[in-house]
């Protein structure tokens, strides 16, 4: 008898639930999923112990009839594919047909469901993959799911769930994030009679994310947009034979970037709080994380990571999602390209926005307690809550980075689950919406036209359908957008060349007054911003000026060093540098870049050269790169204006004028804030004021 057989359909189900379903919010994933591509507009998520004894999901979408309940527990059965050529542009969330028949192995499924043709519904139960019971059924239109047991016939899979505060937690997680990018459908998600999330449908993501997060966050957050056309030149062509002479060529396609990003004073230390999105669907992706950490190189330190919630559009052909059992990552047609269109678009909205840091923010803006994207209720401060319970670590349920990535200690946030407030109620405005004109707020340069918009109606619509009764009547969560996209607006450092000096403090910090408040500015990071923009341009012009020195300057390395020493001698070269080995373990400088010389010129060349050796690893042409942008920063740090050095009224108003010619003046190369902006509306609440 052969030792091959072919296994059962009950065994094959739960080895496919084992790629697919590995906890309660996997379950919550799946089934959400279908509920979102059956057109739902309004969708109910109940758990009970984290998901581990009940997870029901209620929606109003097209539901199924009698037959179409029945053939959904198939393997591979799917409404949402045809034949091969649709796996070419998949424009749905689920399509593999494997989430319902996996978790029917492992649970017990309860499906009560009726079509939106007005025909008798159907309930079905299933219990480790068994038909049980099917039966006509009175059920409005839409879907409603039961799972309940989970694992309950697979005792090795259910003992590595983890508490139920924990799952809760990934559910919660999941939940919210699906709510941010469908802000036009109603999200509801109840654990034992109390209500996690509760997001009515609003207009636009900026309302949502106040409505989830609240004011704090939001305040925090910076909103991009971009868009760009594909270059399909390059694409390979069908072969004659498979090209439909009546089908014209497919014009170039565009991809769309939208979402939010952070000021560069919130960081975090690990990856977390980055969540993207690709045509709706949250995935992690390593090309995509890696142009964001791109886009905020030099503005943050290289071991922080900023808050981003992205959202990616692209045709659906340009993009494969049928690469994980999970569809969690995705590979990309033009992978080089949409890496440098999210890098792009998002430094750009850096550069543009330019915003400034808060001085009372900054003082609380620890990676360990900085607001993130995290679930309502769920903060991530560490030790112990305000209860004094003990907190439950957790990890994001899907991370971006890979799953064999080490967590060092500290690197891991802490999860609470407290009680939520009540979601925002419409309230009626004391005062005409009309009345906000451009530049009627206190601060430089009053209102952007895009503020003055959002204050004067684009936002001040009501969320509910049946809130338009009244003209007046607005939401709370629309008008406080609004204001803070407003006030944004006005904290810029757009206007740092019409700071007026006071003075210096401590040799080491100017202080600065204008419109918007009062300015305090580290002078070294200052004239090390300016100075690292000025040699990057030099570089590109090959026009660096350097200085020669009367003796050459003898530089002693390690034998490793000089190894790397010859990888960098040309950039070194191309920096102003005029360095040749002087025997085995030595170095002859000969010449320096204007600024340099003595105990710092020695410094700054052992520095690059250390870098360079850590940083070895990687692409060559990323390597060399990411290379001379790391000299210039090391050049600038070591030619600026040191602390403890006093300065007259003369030069420090020319560093503030400089400071305004660069394209970035929120952060030095190495990641710390240029200027703190302690704002008028500030220094009247501290004097009680307002």
Same mark, same amino acid.
Not at 11 to 33: F, T, W
Not at 60 to 80: P, Q, V
Not at 212 to 237: N, S
Not at 675 to 690: D, G, N, P, T, V
């Given at each position: 008898?052969?030792?091959?057989?072919?296994?059962?359909? *009950?065994?094959a189900?739960?080895?496919a639930?084992?790629e697919?379903?590995?906890?309660?919010? &996997?379950?919550?994933?799946?089934?959400?999923? @279908?509920?979102?591509?059956?057109?739902?507009?309004?969708?109910?998520?109940?758990?009970?112990?984290?998901?581990?004894?009940?997870?029901r999901?209620?929606?109003?979408?097209?539901?199924? @009839?009698?037959?179409?309940?029945?053939?959904?527990?198939?393997?591979?059965?799917?409404?949402?594919l045809?034949?091969?050529n649709?796996?070419?542009?998949?424009?749905?969330?689920?399509?593999?047909?494997?989430?319902?028949?996996?978790?029917?192995?492992?649970?017990?499924?309860?499906?009560?469901?009726?079509?939106?043709?007005?025909?008798?519904?159907?309930?079905?139960?299933?219990?480790?993959?068994?038909?049980?019971?099917?039966?006509?059924?009175?059920?409005?239109?839409?879907?409603?799911?039961?799972?309940?047991?989970?694992?309950?016939?697979?005792?090795?899979?259910?003992?590595?769930?983890?508490?139920?505060?924990?799952?809760?937690?990934?559910?919660t997680?999941?939940?919210?994030h699906?709510?941010?990018?469908h802000?036009? !459908?109603?999200?509801?998600?109840?654990?034992?009679?109390?209500?996690l999330?509760?997001? =009515?449908?609003? +207009?636009?993501?900026?309302?949502?994310?106040?409505?989830?997060?609240? !004011?704090?966050?939001?305040?925090?957050?910076?909103?991009?947009?971009?868009?760009?056309?594909?270059?399909?030149?390059?694409?390979?062509?069908?072969?004659?034979?498979?090209?439909?002479?009546?089908?014209?060529?497919?014009p170039?396609?565009?991809?769309? $970037?939208?979402?939010?990003?952070?000021?560069?004073?919130?960081?975090?230390?690990n990856?977390?709080?980055?969540?993207?999105?690709v045509?709706?669907?949250?995935?992690?992706?390593?090309?995509?994380?890696?142009?964001i950490?791109e886009?905020? /190189? @030099?503005?943050?330190?290289?071991?922080?990571? =900023?808050?981003?919630?992205?959202f990616?559009?692209?045709?659906?052909?340009?993009?494969?999602?049928?690469?994980?059992?999970?569809?969690?990552?995705?590979?990309?047609? *033009?992978?080089?390209?949409?890496?440098?269109?999210?890098r792009?678009?998002?430094?750009?909205?850096?550069?543009?926005?330019?915003?400034?840091?808060?001085?009372?923010?900054?003082? @609380?803006?620890?990676?360990?307690?900085?607001? &993130?994207?995290?679930?309502?209720?769920?903060?991530?401060?560490?030790?112990? &809550?305000?209860?004094?319970?003990?907190?439950?670590?957790?990890?994001?349920?899907?991370?971006?980075?890979?799953?064999?990535?080490?967590?060092?200690?500290?690197d /891991?946030?802490?999860?609470? %689950?407290?009680?939520?407030q =009540?979601?925002?109620?419409?309230?009626?405005?004391?005062?005409?919406?009309?009345?906000?004109?451009?530049? +009627?707020?206190?601060?430089?340069?009053? $209102?952007?036209?895009?503020?003055?918009?959002? %204050?004067?109606?684009?936002?001040?619509?009501?969320?509910?359908?049946?809130?338009? +009764?009244?003209e007046?009547?607005?939401?709370?969560p629309?008008?406080a957008?609004?204001?803070?996209?407003a006030?944004?607006?006005?904290?810029?450092?757009?206007?740092?060349?019409?700071?007026?000096?006071?003075?210096?403090?401590?040799?080491?910090?100017?202080?600065?007054?204008?419109?918007?408040?009062?300015?305090?500015?580290?002078?070294?990071?200052?004239?090390?911003?300016? $100075?690292?923009?000025?040699?990057?341009?030099?570089?590109?012009v090959? *026009?660096?000026?350097?200085?020669?020195?009367?003796?050459? $300057?003898?530089?002693?390395?390690?034998?490793?060093?000089?190894?790397?020493?010859? *990888?960098?001698?040309?950039?070194?070269?191309?920096?102003?540098?005029?360095?040749?080995?002087?025997?085995?373990?030595?170095?002859?400088?000969?010449?320096?870049?204007?600024g340099?010389?003595?105990a710092?010129?020695?410094?700054?060349?052992?520095?690059?050269?250390?870098?360079?050796?850590?940083?070895?690893?990687g692409?060559e042409?990323?390597? %060399?790169?990411?290379?001379?942008?790391?000299?210039?920063?090391?050049?600038?740090?070591? +030619?600026?204006?040191?602390?403890?050095?006093?300065?007259?009224?003369?030069?420090?108003?020319?560093?503030?004028l400089?400071?305004?010619?660069?394209?970035?003046?929120?952060?030095?190369?190495?990641?710390?804030?240029?200027?703190?902006?302690?704002?008028?509306?500030?220094?009247?609440?501290?004097?009680?004021?307002?």
């Amino acid at each position: 008898m052969g030792r091959i057989r072919i296994l059962s359909d *009950q065994v094959a189900n739960q080895i496919a639930a084992g790629e697919v379903v590995d906890r309660p919010a &996997s379950v919550v994933k799946e089934l959400l999923e @279908n509920a979102l591509d059956a057109g739902a507009n309004r969708i109910r998520v109940e758990v009970e112990a984290g998901g581990r004894k009940l997870i029901r999901i209620a929606d109003d979408g097209s539901g199924m @009839n009698r037959d179409d309940a029945l053939l959904a527990f198939e393997r591979h059965a799917t409404s949402k594919l045809r034949s091969a050529n649709d796996l070419l542009a998949i424009a749905t969330l689920g399509f593999r047909g494997e989430a319902l028949p996996s978790i029917a192995s492992v649970a017990r499924v309860t499906l009560e469901t009726a079509p939106d043709d007005g025909t008798e519904g159907t309930r079905l139960e299933i219990a480790g993959g068994k038909l049980l019971h099917v039966d006509d059924a009175a059920q409005p239109r839409g879907t409603t799911i039961s799972v309940a047991d989970l694992f309950f016939n697979t005792p090795a899979r259910r003992k590595f769930l983890r508490a139920e505060s924990t799952e809760l937690a990934h559910v919660t997680a999941l939940v919210t994030h699906y709510a941010l990018v469908h802000p036009e !459908k109603h999200f509801e998600l109840v654990s034992a009679s109390h209500t996690l999330v509760a997001a =009515p449908p609003v +207009s636009r993501t900026a309302e949502r994310i106040y409505q989830i997060f609240g !004011k704090d966050t939001l305040e925090q957050l910076l909103p991009v947009a971009a868009e760009t056309r594909l270059d399909r030149a390059g694409l390979p062509e069908p072969p004659p034979w498979k090209r439909d002479p009546d089908d014209p060529p497919k014009p170039p396609g565009s991809i769309r $970037l939208s979402g939010f990003y952070s000021k560069p004073e919130l960081q975090k230390l690990n990856r977390n709080s980055i969540y993207i999105f690709v045509n709706k669907r949250l995935i992690r992706d390593r090309l995509l994380l890696h142009a964001i950490t791109e886009a905020y /190189r @030099n503005v943050i330190p290289p071991t922080s990571f =900023p808050v981003v919630l992205l959202f990616l559009e692209t045709p659906p052909e340009e993009v494969d999602v049928n690469v994980h059992p999970a569809k969690t990552e995705v590979r990309f047609r *033009q992978g080089s390209l949409i890496h440098d269109f999210v890098r792009d678009s998002l430094r750009t909205a850096l550069m543009k926005a330019r915003p400034a840091a808060q001085f009372l923010a900054a003082l @609380n803006s620890n990676p360990l307690a900085s607001p &993130s994207l995290m679930p309502p209720g769920i903060s991530p401060l560490p030790g112990r &809550s305000g209860n004094g319970s003990r907190l439950e670590p957790s990890r994001d349920p899907y991370p971006v980075g890979s799953d064999s990535e080490p967590i060092i200690p500290g690197d /891991r946030e802490r999860l609470v %689950l407290t009680a939520r407030q =009540p979601p925002p109620t419409p309230i009626r405005l004391p005062f005409d919406a009309g009345a906000f004109r451009p530049g +009627s707020f206190a601060g430089a340069g009053g $209102l952007t036209q895009k503020a003055a918009a959002l %204050l004067q109606g684009e936002l001040l619509k009501p969320a509910h359908p049946c809130d338009s +009764s009244s003209e007046e009547s607005v939401t709370y969560p629309a008008l406080a957008a609004a204001q803070v996209e407003a006030e944004q607006a006005a904290q810029t450092l757009n206007h740092l060349g019409a700071l007026k000096p006071l003075g210096q403090l401590r040799e080491s910090f100017i202080l600065a007054t204008g419109e918007d408040g009062l300015w305090i500015i580290d002078q070294h990071v200052a004239h090390e911003r300016v $100075l690292f923009e000025e040699i990057l341009r030099e570089r590109n012009v090959e *026009q660096v000026q350097r200085q020669r020195l009367l003796m050459p $300057l003898l530089v002693e390395l390690k034998p490793w060093q000089m190894v790397v020493f010859a *990888q960098i001698a040309g950039e070194l070269e191309r920096n102003g540098f005029e360095v040749e080995p002087f025997g085995p373990q030595t170095l002859a400088v000969k010449a320096a870049p204007v600024g340099l010389e003595g105990a710092e010129l020695e410094r700054t060349l052992t520095e690059i050269v250390e870098q360079a050796g850590k940083d070895s690893e990687g692409s060559e042409n990323e390597g %060399l790169r990411d290379l001379g942008r790391r000299v210039a920063a090391s050049i600038a740090c070591h +030619s600026a204006i040191k602390v403890n050095t006093p300065l007259d009224p003369a030069r420090m108003e020319w560093l503030l004028l400089e400071l305004a010619k660069t394209e970035h003046p929120t952060s030095c190369p190495h990641g710390r804030p240029i200027a703190l902006l302690y704002s008028w509306k500030e220094i009247q609440r501290a004097f009680h004021r307002i």
